[in-house]
């Protein structure tokens, strides 16, 4: 496994070979085993279940109306699990109470992103593969105000992960998202899914700054 063996050729290149193919047979199982492997969003948020069907990480969202929807990823365009597109749930069913998201820690993030290069597997290529465009930031609702039919949100950014918080403001009619829930932001456009109906939205909205939101922070408070 010494340097000279891997350039010569010599016998120690066999050694030296098996030990690289065990390293990337473990990253793509670390991978697979965090749902990293066909989720942008697992890289950062851990899944909250598991697909009935094929086993695969997901994200489970469920309301006090007994719907319930399985997603691949959080965030635009919220593509569907396969497997439980068209499942239709049955109201009289049992409600389970879903398993809470949970962010994970930088140390967790940055084994995956290394396990992702010795693997050669590139998460964010292929969610462009995908859906066609690289993914929204994805951010977390730490507080809202409301003006007339003015929204504003300060917001956590979990992909990337940032220090300070981040803040937005849109039009609409409807309530902005409550406190502790996803949604997607590319700078121009934002996207949540409706508590009610489970349907994601996509609003046009712009970045402000946090001095901004303060003049409105103390107003009416969704």
């Known amino acids: 496994m010494c340097g000279w063996c891997y350039k010569t050729g010599s016998n120690g290149y066999s050694t ?66 396969a497997c439980t597109n068209n499942a239709r ?9 879903p398993e809470p998201f949970i962010d994970r820690k930088r140390g967790a993030i940055a084994e995956l992103m290394e396990a992702a290069q010795t693997a050669e597997f590139d998460p964010n290529a292929a969610f462009r593969s995908k859906y066609g465009h690289s993914p929204f930031d994805l951010l977390k609702v730490l507080e809202t105000a409301r003006r007339g039919f003015e929204n504003f ?13 981040v803040f937005l403001a849109f039009t609409s ?40 939101f303060a003049t409105v922070g103390g107003r009416e408070q969704s």
Not at 59 to 75: A, I, K, M, P, T
């Open 173 to 212: 009619s409807k309530t902005i998202p409550p406190v502790g829930e996803y949604f997607s932001f590319s700078g121009t456009e934002a996207s949540f899914v409706t508590p009610e109906t489970l349907v994601s939205q996509k609003f046009k909205a712009i970045a402000i700054t946090a001095e901004e």
């Open 153 to 165: 949100i300060k917001a956590q950014s979990i992909s990337p992960p940032l220090d300070e918080p």
């Open 89 to 97: 749930p049955h109201t009289r069913d049992r409600v389970n109470i």
């Open 16 to 81: 030296r070979r098996n030990v690289v193919d065990f390293d990337k047979s473990y990253a793509k199982r670390t991978l697979k085993e965090h749902g990293a492997d066909r989720s942008w969003t697992a890289c950062f948020v851990v899944p909250n279940a598991s697909c009935p069907v094929c086993s695969a990480k997901v994200y489970y969202y469920q309301n006090e109306h007994g719907s319930r929807v399985f997603f691949d990823e959080l965030g635009w365009p919220w593509p569907k699990h």
